[in-house]
């Protein structure tokens, strides 16, 4: 009996032993898997809000670029000649031609085309201006000669573009005579190698603040402008037009990195940003406080804890108290602990006893359903848009990566990709507000869904869609998009607002082995049919 006693001591003691290991692994393993991976998702998200804000800005700001450069190569072919008559006709023919380009831009507050006095003292150019949204109307043009040109911390939307000799981007200023803040694009325009004078054109600042105050993250995240020297541009917190150029603030030098994230703490308040260069030279910047994107993760890390702990306690017990009942059920318990803690879920437990070990059993699997169903959800999360519920843009890649990883094994892979664009968003954010064009973009989606049912739907912009046919949805391609076209026509015509209506282009590619080298060439020929398809659909509004 002292044998037996001792024997079952020390089966017991191994027994719990093997269990408190485990058990502890597991749950340190699943500990760090959910803070890694609730960190990776808000990362993820920083930058998703990040690339959505810079792609709009520089979409935006490209829109102006591109429109001061075609007046200006416009200007550049009108001149004939420097004489005062020649001059004074060209910059006439020029009023027209700017006035149409600027009407198209949005956000405009001035446009100017202005001779350099040094040109001529006649001919002063012109300076059109729209402060109160009626139209634009002309103003009386600065006078040039009483500055010095060559100083460029005066009159910089001039002296500048004259210095430097190319097109530029210039932080935000008061305009002349205005008292508005603006920031403007500027271009020198030249004739035969000579400087002649500038064309630019001026946005108001509040529009441009009004896209950066659209970006939010949880409850206290939001986006501000700033340059690569920490300068604020725009802050939603703090009125950066109040500040004259020499006492403009600066962010937290701690959040002045070349780091795509950064740690910083801002008024007691640690935080982590995202950074993304715009085409003008600003930042976008993201920050959200550090306690909000780690505030899920713990939770779930003291569940998990708690689950282990409990875990313990109870296979503890019963060991202690049924060693030669649980040896063998025990042993597959150890084995099922082992695939836990090496990450697979999906384990088999055949003790099914009404006494200790089995609840035991039992409550070890609820354990790893558990686990499995928090690191699912902490994977939903990650790969499913949080305002339409299809997939996201992170699910997008991962999921053309393993058709890619397919396409490599099997070059007879079938399959399309269509794009989809959702037009008119802008105009209905602007017209009736952001709630409605999210109703506009919930709309578009489900018809896209409901059309394409058989097949997976990505969110892989604010207003672009992604979808991947194959099997039957391949088969039936061309039929699928004429439903879709007939009924993005009936919702429309049946629609009593212009958010309830559907305008989405769309452009489908089918991959071929003999032109297509990889899926991300699938992806760029759908791409550029869709574009096509919005191009006709405008030529044929």
Known sequence: ?????????????????????????????????????????????????????????????????????????????????????????????????????????????????????????????????????????????????????????????????????????????????????????????YWRGQFVGVVGIEIDYSTMAEQVESIRLYNNGYAFLSDEDGNLFFHPRIDVSQYSEDQIPKVPESAIDKSTFIKYNYEGVDKIAAWLPLSNGMRLNVTVPVSETEGDWQKLVWQTMAFAIVVLLIASTFTMLYTKRITRPLEELTDAADQVD???????????????????????????????????????RAYVDSMTHVRNKGAYSTYTEGLQQSLESNNDLAFAVGMFDCDNLKMINDKYGHEKGDEYLMLACRLICRIFQHSPVFRIGGDEFAVVLQNDDLQNKDELLQKFKDAMVQISDDAQNEWEQVHVAVGIAVYDAKIDQSVNDVLLRADQLMYENKRARKRGR
């Open 1 to 189: 009996m002292v044998h037996m006693r001792s024997l079952r001591t020390k089966m017991t003691l191994l027994t719990v032993c093997i269990i408190v290991v485990t058990v502890v692994s597991m749950a340190l393993h699943s500990v760090y898997f959910i803070r890694d991976s609730e960190r990776q998702e808000s990362n993820q998200l920083l930058l998703l809000l990040c690339e959505t804000g810079e792609r709009n800005l520089d979409y935006y700001f490209n829109s102006v670029q591109k429109s001061v450069g075609k007046v200006a190569a416009i200007a550049e072919s009108d001149l004939d000649g420097l004489d005062d008559q020649k001059l004074a006709q060209h910059v006439d023919r020029m009023r027209k031609s700017f006035d149409e380009m600027a009407s198209k831009t949005n956000g405009v507050l001035t446009y100017y085309y202005r001779i350099d006095p040094e040109i001529s003292n006649k001919v002063k150019g012109f300076w059109y201006t729209d402060l109160n949204g009626e139209g634009f109307v002309e103003h009386e043009v600065t006078d040039i000669t009483k500055y010095d040109t060559s100083d460029t911390s005066k009159l910089v939307w001039f002296t500048v573009p004259k210095y430097e000799g190319k097109a530029v981007w210039l932080p935000p200023y008061i305009t002349d005579n205005l008292g508005a803040h603006v920031i403007s694009y500027n271009v020198p325009i």
């Open 342 to 380: 090496r990450g697979n879920y999906d384990i088999e437990l055949t003790y099914s006893g009404d006494d200790e070990v089995g609840r035991l059993t039992s409550t070890f699997k609820r354990l790893a359903g558990h686990m499995k169903d928090h690191i699912s959800d902490l994977n939903k």
